[in-house]
């Protein structure tokens, strides 16, 4: 699919004759991962980076570089004193500098080039995957361009008038003000860059360069991008050729292909739409990840010709069963995965090597997961590359700006630049489909219309205006394709709406320290810390179970991202240590669990009816004590026997008007006859009639979602899916069977979980 592409040897590398720093050692990494002592000194990430736009000829630019930091504010020094291992940031210690870079502080890059002979007579680029944050270049001193702002977009520069023939010198000023600055920074500030004590969800910053860069010669007109859109309607990928250099409105062609045989074809001009027709497609799914060869090619002798692939996919929402549900290639298929922040003790923004890019992303396949949120954060394009392949939905985050600030008019505007040469960087991934745009309120504004604006711009994906609307004052924007709420430790439940899909886009943060492999040793925290992995294993399996069960089919819940794939620094709730080198939980359970809830998905059956508006009495099935329904007494809920000779208040106090939920439409709450205003619910886990306060907690426990049982129905706690309304000694409890509780005693546990809906006692 993608060629190997092995960079051409430059003539010259390395420091130019002025050279004065001393010869080029790593630093001692805080956590070794299983690639750290695997990274070549002179050659690091040698793979071609940009696997959806390929060329034959280019060189490789990562390697020792002169490295210098002065004042912000001052020129190029005379002198370089250190050497730096590029791509690697500063504040890595695989970089060999490893210290902290501050607001104050600029950073200047070094090295010369030859061009090689082969290249003569074409323009030469040179590409950035990505540096942060404002980045200056000069070659032979004169400089390349305007300088570029954004950490996350690749840029690059025709270089070509700059170069001598001979022996080129670079020179790279970055100056990156983190948090002090107002643009995207994601999780960054600067701190110490070795471990230190600290909760916090924040942490070491990377300045600089911190993605592949490199050079390649290509013809004067040439192509910059394919945008390609799938269209399963008519099976056909809608293709437009962009290109620089006087490309724009030249001829071009289209190839699709498969194992060297050609699929079909089309021939138009740079800058519109082709279409390509696809016959018999072969849907890219994350079963079967199917990924098309496909190359552009200008008319003409020696005009650009291109590499690339796609995958064949749709992905939208609609309404499933009566409810609104994302759908990929036309089906419902619940998306269970995990947050990937993409942070590594050794490199701390850029993976040692592509081995290790890859791997977390194949522990999510390995873990059963079918989804990655790539959160507050953009990985290299060979991330993606590996994410296509292997078959992840992705979910890709705008990172934030800084989450205690508002946003002035300049950093807006440099926000929704970089927020859009992303998009257009990505835009033909098939695993890509949904653009996270804020989260939970970090440096938040005009959520509408920048959903609207996104939306507009790549129409072809889902659009999440804000992930964890009900978190920190976050506003939710109303718009976009789902409603997003995040529940700690959860699941809980994303109140169903009539348009969007309700996804739960943080939940789980469960946490194990592994003597050995953490960050600070003691210093790791979580969200609900664990005493073994057992208990480990059982709660995280609760978690899927209870959405398989019962967010799902009942709450209306369509995707849900655990926190998270692996620790970060001191954040210890992940499924791997940070440093890679332990999995935490048993891996064959946790597949089965979450294939277990995708194939649920599949085989979706209509959500349990109760008649809204009428009054109802609600008997035990338990074997030998269905003469007994639920009732409330001082207050409390408890079974009694009740029939027709029983007194008129009893009737009463067991009879409950069934309501549309408080929390969730798709769910019921049950409202005293004889109590209006007074709901059954769940506090501290016995359960009680109570007026409601009006709070989310209050509606929530005052929820029941019913899921079809033997003989009847199970009502779950809206917030806690997994645990039952559960009749034991006569009392009502909220109860999860094989928990640490006395009503939590699995003997009977489903028997005493499942209600009959009858008529009700008292009219």
């Known amino acids: 699919m993608v060629p190997a592409l092995a960079a051409t040897a430059l003539l010259v590398s390395g420091a130019g004759p002025s050279h004065a720093a001393p010869a080029w050692d790593p630093k001692p990494s805080p956590m070794t991962t299983p690639w750290t002592n695997q990274v070549p000194v002179d050659n690091p990430l040698p793979e071609y980076p940009r696997p959806q736009l390929t060329r034959p000829d280019w060189a490789d630019l990562n390697g020792v570089w002169d490295f210098a930091v002065t004042s912000r504010d001052a020129g190029q020094p005379t002198t370089f004193g250190e050497q730096i291992r590029v791509p690697f940031v500063p ?64 840029f690059s520069y ?31 500030r600067v701190q110490d860059v070795t471990p230190h004590p600290g909760k916090s969800i924040v942490y070491t910053a990377s300045s600089g360069i911190w993605q592949t860069v490199w050079l390649e010669p290509t013809a004067t007109a040439h192509i910059t991008r394919l945008d390609m859109v799938p269209r399963l309607e008519d099976n056909t990928l809608r293709v ?88 990929l290639n036309g089906r419902f298929v619940f998306q269970t995965g995990t947050l990937d922040q993409g942070y590594w003790p050794d490199g701390i923004y850029t993976a040692p090597t592509d081995e290790a890019l890859k791997y977390d992303l194949q522990k999510h396949k390995d873990l059963g997961f079918n989804m990655v949120r790539k959160h507050i954060k953009v990985e290299p394009q060979r991330w993606f590359y590996w994410a296509d392949r292997l078959g992840l939905l992705v979910w890709q985050d705008m990172p934030s700006m800084d989450s205690g600030k508002t946003p002035d008019s300049a950093a807006r505007t440099q926000w929704e630049s970089e927020y859009r040469a992303i998009i257009d960087q990505h835009r033909s991934s ?68 009539p348009v969007r899909a309700s996804v739960l886009g943080e939940y789980g943060g469960l946490g194990y320290r592994v003597p050995g492999h953490e960050w600070y040793p003691g210093g790791g925290f979580s969200y609900e810390d664990q005493p073994t992995t057992t208990a480990l294993n059982n709660r995280l399996v609760g978690l899927l179970d209870g959405m398989r069960e019962n ?100 009737k009463r106090d067991a009879t409950w008007t069934v309501r549309p939920g408080l929390a969730n439409k798709l769910c019921y709450s049950f409202e005293s006859r004889n109590y209006p205003g007074e709901y059954l619910r769940h506090r501290e886990f ?40 559960r009749h034991i000694n006569a009392e009502l409890w909220l109860a999860q069977s094989g928990s640490t509780h006395t009503w939590d005693n699995p003997a009977g546990f489903t028997e005493d979980t499942t209600w009959a809906i009858e008529p009700p006692w008292a009219p």
Request: hydrophobic share 35%; proline share 4%.
């Open 240 to 327: 437009t050729v962009r290109g620089a250099g006087g490309a724009d409105g030249t001829s071009v062609k289209v190839t699709v292909s498969s194992g060297g045989t050609t699929v079909g074809s089309a021939t138009g001009t740079v800058g519109t739409e082709l279409s390509v027709p696809v016959p018999d497609t072969r849907l890219w799914t994350p079963e079967d990840p199917f990924l098309y060869d496909v190359t552009a090619e200008l008319t003409g002798t020696g005009a650009d010709k291109v590499g690339s692939y796609t995958g064949m996919r749709s992905i939208a929402v609609k309404d499933v069963g009566g409810v609104r549900r994302p759908v």
């Open 430 to 497: 098939p695993s890509l489909i949904q653009w996270v745009d804020q989260n939970e309120g970090w440096g938040q504004y005009d959520q509408a219309r920048i959903a609207d604006m996104v939306k507009a711009y790549d129409p072809s994906r889902l659009v999440d205006n804000m992930s964890g609307v009900n978190c920190c004052a976050a506003k939710d924007g109303g718009n976009g394709d789902v409603i997003d709420n995040h529940n700690y430790v959860g699941p809980g439940n994303t109140p169903t709406e």
């Open 158 to 188: 025709d270089i070509t008038p700059l170069l001598n023939g001979g022996t080129n010198t670079i020179v790279i000023s970055v100056y990156d003000p983190t948090e002090t600055g107002g643009q995207a920074i994601g999780k960054q």
């Open 551 to 650: 967010t799902m089919p009942a709450g209306g819940l369509s995707a849900s991202v655990y926190t998270q794939i692996t620790d970060v620094e001191n954040e210890a709730n992940g499924l791997m240590s940070y440093d890679r080198q332990v999995v935490k939980v048993d891996q064959a359970r946790v597949r089965a669990a979450n294939q277990a809830l995708i194939a649920a998905s599949r085989s979706l059956g209509a959500t349990v009816k109760l008649p809204v508006g009428q009054n109802v009495s609600i008997r035990v099935t338990t074997p030998g004590y269905t003469d007994r329904y639920i009732r409330h007494y001082d207050g409390l809920g408890f079974t009694e026997v009740v029939n027709t000779a029983s007194a008129d208040l009893l």
């Open 686 to 725: 016995r359960v009680r009639r109570e007026a409601s306060d009006g709070s989310t907690v209050a509606k929530e426990d005052a929820t029941w979602c019913p899921v079809q049982g033997s003989g009847g129905v199970r009502m779950s706690a809206a917030g806690f899916p997994g645990q039952y309304l």
């Open 91 to 154: 504040e890595s210690a695989l970089s060999g500098v490893q210290r902290k870079i501050t607001q104050n502080d600029k950073l200047w890059y070094k090295r010369t080039f030859t061009v090689p002979s082969g290249w003569s007579g074409r323009h030469i680029q040179l590409n950035f995957g990505a540096s942060d944050w404002e980045t200056t270049v000069w070659v032979n001193g004169r400089q390349a361009g305007a300088a570029h702002r954004g950490g996350y977009d690749a």
